[in-house]
């Protein structure tokens, strides 16, 4: 039993996308990592970088947008 429920933690860990390093948000500054979400928070990011709501590579900021797939993520 133990190692079903290792495997379903691992495989769930595995398909968390740890968001840009430049991604920024109002909540990141009171807020822990890995804090579940506050049922408040403003859900509006921005790139580090540009300072603006979209990426260098002019696609919009956010915790879902902003993954290995874009040309300028990094971890």
Not at 15 to 41: N, T, W
Not at 47 to 56: A, D, I, L, M, V
């Amino acid at each position: 039993m133990q190692n079903d429920q290792t495997e379903n933690n691992a495989s769930s860990s595995k398909s968390v996308a740890i968001p840009c390093r430049h991604l920024r948000s109002k909540e990141m500054f009171h807020q822990d990592y890995g804090q579940a979400e506050d049922e408040f928070s403003s859900g509006i990011y921005w790139c580090g970088k540009t300072q603006e709501n979209f990426g260098p590579d002019g696609q919009s900021c956010g915790k879902c947008e902003c993954c290995p797939d874009r040309a300028c993520y990094l971890t």
